[in-house]
Nanobody, 118 residues
Framework: QVQLVESGGGLVQPGGSLRLSCAAS????????MGWYRQAPGKQRELVAL???????NYVDSVKGRFTISRDNAKTTMYLQMNSLKPEDTAVYYC????????????WGQGTQVTVSS
């Protein structure tokens, strides 16, 4: 059974930092292509960042230079380091697995709330 469990969300002031974690089980983590998505109230879910099984990364323009996606295959965990947070970063953040090797999949975590407010 595939499980993706996000953690690390919370309330932070503008300019602050948070690190999200996504702990995965039930998959061969080392061959997983993964990403972080977010959904703000009243808006569609949007891609934030992607990381391939080999560690290549891509970011949406709005977070470039502020967010860093990474993975630790030994801990089967993906991270999102978020710095210089802005109120518009407020959203529920979701972990996603979209590929396992050559196999296309679509696994989601339950989400973690990030609120940026003074």
């Amino acid at each position: 059974q595939v499980q993706l469990v996000e953690s690390g969300g919370g309330l932070v002031q503008p300019g602050g930092s948070l690190r999200l974690s996504c702990a995965a089980s039930g998959i061969i983590f080392s061959v997983a292509a993964m990403g972080w998505y977010r959904q703000a109230p009243g808006k569609q879910r949007e891609l934030v960042a992607l990381i391939s099984s080999g560690g290549s990364t891509n970011y949406v323009d709005s977070v470039k230079g502020r967010f860093t996606i990474s993975r630790d295959n030994a801990k089967t965990t993906m991270y999102l380091q978020m710095n210089s947070l802005k109120p518009e970063d407020t959203a529920v953040y979701y972990c996603n697995v979209n590929r396992l090797g050559v196999l296309s999949v679509n696994y989601w975590g339950q989400g973690t709330q990030v609120t940026v407010s003074s």
